[in-house]
DNA sequence: GTTTGACTCTGTATTGACTACAGGGTTTAC
DNA sequence: GTAAACCCTGTAGTCAATACAGAGTCAAAC
């Protein structure tokens, strides 16, 4: 029932403790600030950043979100949406992650295609101390596999 | 036989036109060369760049590692072993691979448990003009699914 | 013979998502 | 009281390009 972090929704944090606090490094969070991502905290009379609850929250989504895949611009979408989900609408929502999805397929099946041919030529390569001359994974690399008619 | 392209080895080439031969564009070729992964051209008297057919045979390798996801670093590595290959074992290369496809393969693994978590949410998410305050989606990025016990 | 357009040259800035300083000021612990 | 540990700012570096500004050069059309 809310132990463990004593975090009192009125005292206000530091940088370092909402760091520790959420995983994030205190550098990533200033640059979180810097690009729009994370919104400006207040300032105590020393120019230091005193964060609230609703910044680790706040943070605690960003690291969801990016654990998912989603780029900081997709994170900001979705922090609006989070944020004020009464001027949004679920179709919404699901359209960009179902574009997400997509990108996400489309990775896979690049590196698949990678992996196969890699293991491939691994697989032929010897592994001995013999001369590199005659090893099929440089000879790949160097043959025009596609314009074989040469 | 070689016809196609009439690449006589003893007239170079300017930085267009292998660019063309290559499908590098003419940008990416001046970067290799100031990152050290294409050979300095020599010069005309005007300062152009001139290329031969080394040049060519290069790009074409860096173009075929590049599709199999090594990195410039890497490149710049299998390039060497290509050009001296007594100096360098199988053994060598090899290893150098396996690394690669280890990495492909974790990469593969983190996408695809990217995929089924974001897959998951999306089936339960309606995709309604319905408020995105219920979407499941937003909901999954707002809970602490691993600290349930707050 | 000049002018147009396509090329080439250089250096530098931008992207994305941070990370890593340098060179200060402040707070905390002992 | 002092030393460590924090905080502040601005800036530079990473990777792999991409893009642009401003200048020079070249080949061909008119």
Redesign the pocket.
């Known amino acids: 029932m809310g132990q463990g972090m004593p975090l009192n929704s009125d005292k206000p944090i530091?940088?370092?403790?909402i760091a520790k606090l959420t995983g994030c490094?205190?550098?990533?969070i200033?640059?979180y600030e810097q690009i729009g991502l994370l919104a400006e905290p207040n300032r105590g009379?020393?120019?230091?950043?005193y964060y609230y609850d609703t910044h680790v929250s706040h943070l605690k989504f960003i690291d969801r979100a990016?654990q998912l895949g989603f780029?900081?611009?997709e994170i900001h979408e979705l922090l609006n949406i989070a944020d004020g989900p009464e001027n949004h609408t679920r179709a919404e929502v699901k359209a960009l992650t179902e574009a997400h999805i997509n990108t996400i397929r489309q990775r896979i099946l690049t590196l698949q295609k990678m992996e196969s041919t890699l293991s491939a030529v691994w697989e032929q390569c010897d592994g001995s101390d013999g001369d590199a001359e005659h090893c099929p994974i440089i000879l790949s690399l160097l043959s025009d596999s596609d314009e074989t008619c040469e």
Chains 1, 2 share one sequence.
């Open positions: 530091t940088r370092g403790y490094s205190s550098e990533t200033r640059y009379e020393n120019g230091y950043r990016k780029d900081n611009k």
